[in-house]
């Protein structure tokens, strides 16, 4: 299979993406980029990129392992024990079963790559 290459996107896919359809996620933004989903059903990898505003914040239970790196902006993320400031360069590891609390005092632009089919949320 041939490499999957997206030209600068940070910059352009990024900026592009998809309102969470959940009632509490009106200021959190998700998109899928890449899977391997095509060649492996049973364990996919998918990546892309998710965007908090500032405002109302994201809860979150996550039914699958993910990590993310922030790259742009700033996020407040919490397990319900421990809160952290993420900045750009920060990774944090998400396992199935967490649930987490997003929020940004402007915006914050991350990078995932989650164990998960494409275009689930």
């Known amino acids: 299979m041939p490499i999957v290459y997206h030209e600068k996107a940070q910059s352009t896919f990024a900026k592009n993406m998809t309102l969470i359809t959940t009632p509490e996620a009106n ?13 492996d059903k049973e364990k996919p990898i998918t990546a892309g990129f998710y965007r908090q505003l500032k405002g109302e914040t994201l809860t979150y239970t996550y039914t699958y392992h993910e990590m993310k790196i922030i790259v742009e902006g700033e996020f407040h993320i919490s397990d319900g024990t421990n809160s952290y400031v993420g ?3 920060d990774v944090f590891y998400f396992q199935k079963g967490d649930t987490i609390t997003f929020s940004s005092p402007d915006y914050g632009l991350g990078f995932f790559c989650g164990q998960k089919a494409f275009g689930v949320v």
């Open 27 to 39: 200021n959190s933004f998700l998109s899928d980029l890449v899977t391997s989903g095509d060649l």
């Open 87 to 89: 900045l750009p360069g």
